[in-house]
């Protein structure tokens, strides 16, 4: 078998073929439709919050959210450093300045004990502190028996960026459930995709009213075209929506897949002292990409070295995310470290995890792997 094998690409068959034909038939081809309202009930009911409104990205829901709860010029909003930049291009999107904090080495997600020292110095110093955002890391929902409190105690608002983690759950709880607003994302890579796309989710009725008057150019509701609000173009389209709702269909079933690979995956690297799966403490993570850590000291290679290995054969493998405090862009920005976040950069790999691999796709990833690890 030939070809690139990529960490997690779209999963689509002949049930979204056929959604989309419907939806392209029905003539609710520009842009809201009959779809965008059926798969935001949907969506709503799978996660378990009252309402959802559907976005054209995920990074769209997150500015949208911010800027419900409050975010702007003269406000910080906390941001977890290992995270994808959107996160923190949101908060910029604003006008309010990300804060960088650090993460907790067993999954990755955001430190809580660092977390609420870091609250503790923004208010000491009278800054004021819109939003805390938590990622819920490759698919592992953050600690929120832990962080809700803390944010609570702050009087600080949490919008949760759950873009790679539906399907995740935390004592029963879905991932994008948490916050006073949380964030799906829909794009190529993730668990289920609609091309591009997001969803902005909360129990707050005039949060998400407010989300989707601004997410629809803000326009008033007389015939003129009456704005008193800079509004967006951030809805999804009705053809996007019926691929998201085949998607969601076959989410369960997509969701086996990962779990079943992350399972070869921990069989594979059980034997190999020095290497441990990120996150794999935590059963009801969603597997969104599989990412193993490596201590070099006793395995004697680095993750550098195995990735530089599987991308030679044409097997996409990545560090993962570079941290923001890393980043040219955010080097002014202000951050509490720990040192983990850059500790995961360093020794962090993520492996070919998606639903749509084959059998002799996955195959010839563990077949690579072995043949590296002698
Ligand atoms: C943690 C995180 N936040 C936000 C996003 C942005 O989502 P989108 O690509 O749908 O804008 C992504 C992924 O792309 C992500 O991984």
Redesign the pocket.
């Known amino acids: 078998m030939t070809g690139r094998i990529h960490l997690s690409p779209p999963d689509v068959g002949p049930l979204e073929e056929s959604y989309v034909m419907a939806a392209i038939r029905s003539g609710w081809v520009a842009p809201l439709g009959p779809e965008v309202d059926a798969f935001e009930t949907e969506m709503a009911r799978r996660v378990g919050t009252r309402y959802a409104l559907a976005t054209s ?6 500015h949208l959210a911010l800027l419900a709860v409050g975010a702007g010029p003269g406000t910080v909003v906390v941001v977890p450093t290992l ?2 930049a ?2 923190a291009n ?1 908060v910029v999107y604003t006008g309010a300045e990300p804060v960088f904090v650090d993460c907790e080495p067993a999954t990755g997600n955001i430190d809580v004990p660092l977390l609420a020292d870091l609250l503790d110095r923004l208010s000491a110093t009278g800054r004021r502190v819109a939003a805390v955002v938590p ?3 490759f698919g592992v929902c953050a600690d929120y028996d832990a962080l809700l409190p803390v944010c609570a105690a702050a009087g600080v608002p949490v919008v949760e ?1 759950a ?2 983690a539906l399907g995740a759950t935390r004592r029963g709880r879905s991932a994008g459930a948490f916050g006073r607003a949380g ?1 799906l ?3 190529g ?2 668990v289920m995709t609609t091309s ?3 969803m902005l989710l909360s129990d707050d009725g005039e949060l998400v009213a407010r989300c989707r008057y601004l997410a629809t150019q803000a326009r008033q509701p007389v015939l003129h075209y009456e704005h008193t609000d800079i509004g967006y173009n951030y809805r999804l389209s009705n053809l996007l929506a019926a691929l998201g709702r085949a998607q969601l269909h076959r989410l369960d079933s997509m969701l086996s897949r990962r779990r079943a690979l992350r399972e070869r995956y921990t069989k594979l690297f059980a034997a190999v002292p020095g290497v441990r799966l990120l996150g794999d403490g935590d059963p009801t993570g969603n597997c969104w990409l599989t990412t193993i850590v490596v201590d070099p000291d006793r395995t004697g290679w680095t993750a550098a070295r195995l990735g530089a290995h599987l991308n030679a054969r044409d097997i996409e493998a990545r560090p993962v ?1 570079k941290p923001m405090h890393l980043q040219p862009v955010y080097r002014a920005a202000d951050a509490l470290l720990n040192g983990t976040a850059e500790h995961l950069f360093d020794n962090g790999l993520t492996l070919p995890s998606g639903s749509a691999l084959g059998a002799d796709q996955v195959d010839r990833v563990t077949t690579a792997i072995e043949e590296f690890l002698g």
């Open positions: 990205s995920g990074t769209a829901a997150l995270t994808f959107a996160t949101a990622v819920d890391m960026d873009a790679e964030v994302s829909f794009n890579n993730k591009g796309g997001g995310w």
